[in-house]
């Protein structure tokens, strides 16, 4: 029997990394190569008035906004970001200027005793702010993206209601924590820009250079350095510092290399939105959801990034896994005086699905019904409606996933045995079900992407992969190489994958939204397929594919109304917790979980995917806090921003239970976001579970618990008299 | 100033800046599988062996490894081998940042620990993170390795 293509293989970056002789951006020195670092803004928002720079040694120099040759704004979607700040600055950590030299010591001195001279401006710091009282930081109404999304008719679910449920929902700062720091090296040699970097979108790069740069896109050039993970933080922010870096360059007519300390990256780049949700519903004398009216406020932070498309994903998430006929949503995503909020794993949907999961299991608890029976008796199945009227075209496998969970995790017997506890420590049980639309979201992949990718034979009969997706630690290289190498039926010793250089690959798109595999390895069967049916031993070929939207799917990006995605992805999580009822510690007792990705590339790859998600998202819901208090983050250095480490995570097991999607290649859809989104909505669950409180924000910590619990008591005494 | 000390087991006599941290002199050295993260000793990206002990190379100064042995991921290349087949066959190899430091601190774990439990070992491994992986990986491929010649 042939092997199946989910037997895993080993990767062809594990060596080098064993080793240690893989080559970050921090690894590689070019000759002559100077260091940038950034001044930066103290101020959350303000004039600059004046700035007063010592007197530069010999070899040192200033580059601002007057040495950027092109646009001094970042290419993305909203042209509102500049690489180094104008007149205003509106967040703490905005660039100002770098100051390049040879000697990072010398580089530092000069950044502290420069001088900057600013004249305040009322900063807006919360997204409950009226604009009204202050200046609003962007257009008249303080928000990057305001939209409205409606299907069937909320008046009639509203006018047929029996019962009426209205909660609202909190989530906080998520920042990536790759433990590579962001970085790039820029050089400039007779006209052309070259720009190594730690990235995961080298086409993003680039054209935000050439609009730097106002030159012929064929004069920029990006290449990936070995990336040590990103997770949505490497999305949009290496842009930012490749133009820098670039015009430095141009500037010193030396290469510039501009990494990132760890502080510097936490305090400044971009992170998770944090959100507030509310949601209404309205539910028949049969416990059927009739219709749902949300409403998303995202905080943005100080530039548009990617925020639009951030709340499109989180509204389009809303009804979560439920059938609900009759929507409308509203969503925001407001401007405030901090850092940019950007990509993160999940990208708005773990936002939207941990307020409409705690959501639902407080319906069922206020109309004293059980909740997870109320969950069921409300999913979706294959033919329903998605938020915005397109169809789930395959069979959803919500049903038997969550049966094979609870098997798994022992769930009845365990439910039983926790309940009526009056330990000091209780256990408890949660379960979440969700989905990730996989791929751009709406017209991107048809309209903006137009993703192309590209084989190439040698004589020896040795093909390469060209595309521009990066393998950051997820396992892109190999998932592509086994792709065609079961395409071809050719060894995979045969096929190669090279980080991406933009003079060599087709802009495939980025790295992003759980397209790599779904989308691109799609690309990259057919182009195997095509240079199958041509193969000719011992001769130079090559096999190209563009993006095709798939037949009979349609949307409508004005209306928000059609497919939002091509493909789904879908999982349940269960958690099961022990909290302390003086402490309000909580420790994790196991986690289970069965994920519907179509079809596992690679068992190994999948299972790397599945466990690290799962673990960021409980560090999500249960450690990651950042706060921000006048402008400025609380947990700004590694030793207070605290992510799970060994001691903090328990047995975790996961299976997979597949529905090919037919347009994926071998059946595959996406993984990589998915597997975050279910384990903080199960832990908040299980904690509420142990406790017998409500959650509605997370993460949830030991002195918020205790205040909840302490609240509870007290209005429990109230009613008792 | 001038330190003496062996690296990899091989005897090295530099001249250093009293400022220095232990990594900024092995960078300078060409060491480059040591990787700086932090550079607070929060994240144990930056370990190396200080006398078969893991120490955060990025705040440890380089004027106190002075007659002491310092061994690095290129120094026990048989012994990271072995492990790192492990790893590999596990799934613990992902962005590989963390790699050189993880593996040098469990090949000293094996070393001190003798027959450590499952809570010994997460105690030890707690000031190296890794956000690939969740760990799971690593502590499936360390109870594999701890096997290795019992």
Same mark, same amino acid.
């Given at each position: 029997?042939?092997?199946?293509?989910?037997?895993?293989?080993?990767?062809?970056?594990?060596?080098?990394?064993?080793?240690?002789?893989?080559?970050?951006?921090?690894?590689?020195?070019?000759?002559?190569?100077?260091?940038?670092?950034?001044?930066?803004?103290?101020?959350?928002?303000?004039?600059?008035?004046?700035?007063?720079?010592?007197?530069?040694?010999?070899?040192?120099?200033?580059?601002?906004?007057?040495?950027?040759?092109?646009?001094?704004?970042?290419?993305?979607?909203?042209?509102?970001?500049?690489?180094?700040?104008?007149?205003?600055?509106?967040?703490?950590?905005?660039?100002?200027?770098?100051?390049?030299?040879?000697?990072?010591?010398?580089?530092?001195?000069?950044?502290?005793?420069?001088?900057?001279?600013?004249?305040?401006?009322?900063?807006?710091?919360?997204?409950?702010?009226?604009?009204?009282?202050?200046?609003?930081?962007?257009?008249?109404?303080?928000?990057?993206?305001?939209?409205?999304?409606?299907?069937?008719?909320?008046?009639?679910?509203?006018?047929?209601?029996?019962?009426?449920?209205?909660?609202?929902?909190?989530?906080?700062?998520?920042?990536?924590?790759?433990?590579?720091?962001?970085?790039?090296?820029?050089?400039?040699?007779?006209?052309?820009?070259?720009?190594?970097?730690?990235?995961?979108?080298?086409?993003?790069?680039?054209?935000?250079?050439?609009?730097?740069?106002?030159?012929?896109?064929?004069?920029?050039?990006?290449?990936?350095?070995?990336?040590?993970?990103?997770?949505?933080?490497?999305?949009?922010?290496?842009?930012?510092?490749?133009?820098?870096?670039?015009?430095?360059?141009?500037?010193?007519?030396?290469?510039?290399?501009?990494?990132?300390?760890?502080?510097?990256?936490?305090?400044?780049?971009?992170?998770?939105?944090?959100?507030?949700?509310?949601?209404?519903?309205?539910?028949?004398?049969?416990?059927?959801?009739?219709?749902?009216?949300?409403?998303?406020?995202?905080?943005?932070?100080?530039?548009?990034?990617?925020?639009?498309?951030?709340?499109?994903?989180?509204?389009?998430?809303?009804?979560?896994?439920?059938?609900?006929?009759?929507?409308?949503?509203?969503?925001?995503?407001?401007?405030?005086?901090?850092?940019?909020?950007?990509?993160?794993?999940?990208?708005?949907?773990?936002?939207?699905?941990?307020?409409?999961?705690?959501?639902?299991?407080?319906?069922?608890?206020?109309?004293?019904?059980?909740?997870?029976?109320?969950?069921?008796?409300?999913?979706?199945?294959?033919?329903?409606?998605?938020?915005?009227?397109?169809?789930?075209?395959?069979?959803?496998?919500?049903?038997?996933?969550?049966?094979?969970?609870?098997?798994?995790?022992?769930?009845?017997?365990?439910?039983?045995?926790?309940?009526?506890?009056?330990?000091?420590?209780?256990?408890?049980?949660?379960?979440?079900?969700?989905?990730?639309?996989?791929?751009?979201?709406?017209?991107?992949?048809?309209?903006?992407?137009?993703?192309?990718?590209?084989?190439?034979?040698?004589?020896?009969?040795?093909?390469?992969?060209?595309?521009?997706?990066?393998?950051?630690?997820?396992?892109?290289?190999?998932?592509?190489?086994?792709?065609?190498?079961?395409?071809?039926?050719?060894?995979?010793?045969?096929?190669?994958?090279?980080?991406?250089?933009?003079?060599?690959?087709?802009?495939?798109?980025?790295?992003?939204?759980?397209?790599?595999?779904?989308?691109?390895?799609?690309?990259?069967?057919?182009?195997?397929?095509?240079?199958?049916?041509?193969?000719?031993?011992?001769?130079?070929?090559?096999?190209?594919?563009?993006?095709?939207?798939?037949?009979?799917?349609?949307?409508?990006?004005?209306?928000?109304?059609?497919?939002?995605?091509?493909?789904?992805?879908?999982?349940?999580?269960?958690?099961?917790?022990?909290?302390?009822?003086?402490?309000?510690?909580?420790?994790?007792?196991?986690?289970?979980?069965?994920?519907?990705?179509?079809?596992?590339?690679?068992?190994?790859?999948?299972?790397?995917?599945?466990?690290?998600?799962?673990?960021?998202?409980?560090?999500?819901?249960?450690?990651?806090?950042?706060?921000?208090?006048?402008?400025?983050?609380?947990?700004?250095?590694?030793?207070?921003?605290?992510?799970?480490?060994?001691?903090?995570?328990?047995?975790?097991?996961?299976?997979?239970?597949?529905?090919?999607?037919?347009?994926?290649?071998?059946?595959?859809?996406?993984?990589?976001?998915?597997?975050?989104?279910?384990?903080?909505?199960?832990?908040?669950?299980?904690?509420?579970?142990?406790?017998?409180?409500?959650?509605?924000?997370?993460?949830?910590?030991?002195?918020?618990?205790?205040?909840?619990?302490?609240?509870?008591?007290?209005?429990?005494?109230?009613?008792?008299? | 100033?001038?330190?003496?000390?062996?690296?990899?087991?091989?005897?090295?006599?530099?001249?250093?800046?009293?400022?220095?941290?232990?990594?900024?002199?092995?960078?300078?050295?060409?060491?480059?599988?040591?990787?700086?993260?932090? @550079?607070?000793?929060? #994240? $144990?990206? +930056? =370990?190396?062996?200080?006398?078969?002990?893991? %120490?955060?190379?990025?705040?440890? *100064?380089?004027?106190?490894?002075?007659?002491?042995?310092?061994?690095?991921?290129?120094?026990?290349?048989?012994?990271?081998?072995?492990?790192?087949?492990?790893?590999?066959?596990? @799934?613990?190899?992902? #962005? $590989?940042? +963390? =790699?050189?430091?993880?593996?040098?601190?469990? %090949?000293?774990?094996?070393?001190? *620990?003798?027959?450590?439990?499952?809570?010994?070992?997460?105690?030890?491994?707690?000031?190296?993170?890794?956000?690939?992986?969740?760990?799971?990986?690593?502590?499936?491929?360390?109870?594999?390795?701890?096997?290795?010649?019992?």
């Amino acid at each position: 029997m042939k092997n199946d293509i989910s037997t895993p293989v080993k990767r062809e970056d594990v060596s080098e990394k064993l080793l240690g002789t893989a080559c970050y951006i921090g690894d590689l020195k070019l000759e002559d190569m100077m260091y940038a670092r950034t001044l930066r803004s103290t101020e959350p928002r303000a004039r600059l008035i004046s700035i007063k720079y010592p007197e530069m040694p010999l070899g040192y120099f200033v580059v601002d906004r007057k040495d950027v040759p092109g646009k001094n704004i970042i290419k993305m979607i909203i042209d509102d970001q500049p690489y180094f700040a104008e007149d205003i600055v509106n967040y703490i950590g905005e660039p100002i200027a770098l100051i390049v030299g040879k000697d990072k010591t010398i580089i530092n001195e000069l950044i502290s005793k420069t001088n900057i001279e600013y004249e305040k401006i009322k900063p807006i710091f919360s997204i409950d702010e009226r604009h009204e009282t202050t200046t609003p930081i962007y257009g008249d109404s303080n928000t990057f993206a305001a939209y409205r999304l409606k299907k069937g008719d909320i008046s009639e679910a509203r006018a047929k209601a029996r019962y009426i449920c209205e909660d609202i929902y909190e989530t906080g700062y998520q920042e990536q924590f790759y433990m590579e720091t962001q970085g790039v090296i820029a050089e400039y040699q007779e006209g052309k820009a070259t720009i190594y970097g730690s990235i995961q979108c080298p086409y993003y790069v680039k054209n935000a250079v050439v609009e730097c740069l106002g030159c012929a896109p064929d004069m920029v050039r990006i290449v990936q350095a070995t990336t040590g993970g990103a997770f949505g933080g490497k999305e949009d922010y290496p842009s930012l510092l490749a133009g820098q870096a670039i015009c430095a360059a141009i500037k010193v007519n030396k290469p510039v290399c501009l990494l990132l300390e760890r502080d510097e990256d936490l305090e400044v780049t971009t992170k998770r939105h944090p959100s507030r949700i509310k949601i209404k519903s309205f539910i028949d004398e049969n416990h059927k959801i009739l219709g749902m009216d949300a409403e998303i406020m995202l905080d943005a932070g100080a530039y548009a990034g990617l925020s639009g498309v951030v709340l499109q994903r989180a509204m389009f998430a809303i009804a979560g896994v439920y059938n609900i006929e009759n929507i409308k949503v509203k969503g925001r995503a407001i401007a405030t005086n901090k850092a940019v909020s950007g990509a993160f794993r999940g990208f708005g949907s773990p936002q939207a699905f941990f307020a409409i999961e705690m959501h639902m299991q407080n319906v069922a608890k206020k109309l004293r019904i059980d909740p997870l029976q109320f969950r069921l008796d409300n999913i979706l199945k294959q033919g329903d409606k998605s938020t915005t009227g397109g169809v789930f075209r395959d069979k959803i496998l919500l049903h038997e996933m969550v049966a094979r969970v609870m098997e798994m995790s022992n769930y009845a017997e365990k439910k039983r045995s926790f309940q009526g506890s009056d330990n000091q420590k209780r256990r408890g049980l949660g379960l979440s079900m969700f989905f990730h639309g996989c791929g751009f979201t709406g017209n991107g992949e048809r309209d903006h992407i137009k993703g192309k990718a590209r084989l190439i034979k040698n004589e020896e009969d040795i093909v390469e992969i060209l595309i521009a997706n990066v393998e950051m630690g997820q396992g892109a290289g190999t998932t592509m190489r086994k792709i065609v190498s079961a395409a071809l039926d050719i060894p995979i010793s045969r096929v190669m994958y090279r980080n991406p250089d933009t003079d060599r690959v087709p802009d495939s798109g980025p790295t992003v939204a759980s397209r790599t595999t779904v989308i691109v390895g799609k690309l990259v069967y057919d182009a195997a397929v095509e240079l199958k049916a041509k193969w000719q031993q011992g001769v130079q070929q090559q096999a190209e594919i563009e993006y095709q939207y798939p037949e009979g799917y349609q949307w409508d990006n004005e209306s928000f109304a059609g497919d939002a995605y091509t493909s789904y992805s879908w999982g349940v999580n269960v958690v099961d917790v022990e909290v302390d009822t003086i402490t309000y510690e909580s420790e994790i007792k196991g986690v289970w979980a069965v994920f519907d990705i179509g079809k596992s590339i690679d068992d190994r790859n999948v299972k790397g995917q599945i466990d690290g998600g799962i673990v960021q998202g409980l560090g999500y819901g249960a450690m990651e806090v950042m706060e921000n208090v006048g402008g400025r983050f609380k947990q700004r250095t590694s030793a207070d921003y605290i992510i799970p480490t060994a001691m903090d995570i328990p047995m975790i097991q996961s299976e997979l239970m597949c529905e090919p999607y037919t347009e994926g290649p071998f059946g595959a859809k996406g993984l990589g976001e998915l597997s975050l989104v279910g384990s903080p909505i199960a832990y908040a669950m299980a904690v509420e579970d142990a406790l017998g409180i409500r959650i509605n924000s997370i993460p949830v910590r030991p002195e918020f618990l205790m205040e909840v619990a302490e609240n509870d008591k007290r209005n429990h005494f109230k009613t008792k008299r | 100033m001038k330190i003496n000390f062996s690296i990899n087991n091989s005897a090295k006599s530099i001249e250093i800046n009293p400022s220095e941290t232990l990594y900024e002199v092995l960078n300078k050295c060409g060491f480059s599988s040591v990787k700086k993260a932090c @550079g607070t000793s929060s #994240c $144990g990206i +930056c =370990t190396v062996l200080l006398d078969g002990k893991p %120490i955060p190379s990025c705040s440890y *100064l380089a004027a106190k490894v002075d007659q002491h042995n310092i061994t690095t991921i290129e120094g026990v290349q048989q012994e990271a081998e072995l492990l790192g087949d492990l790893m590999n066959r596990e @799934g613990a190899v992902q #962005c $590989g940042f +963390c =790699t050189p430091g993880f593996l040098l601190t469990i %090949i000293a774990m094996k070393k001190e *620990l003798v027959n450590p439990d499952i809570q010994q070992i997460k105690n030890y491994l707690v000031g190296n993170l890794c956000r690939c992986t969740g760990y799971e990986g690593q502590l499936r491929a360390i109870r594999r390795y701890m096997e290795v010649g019992r």
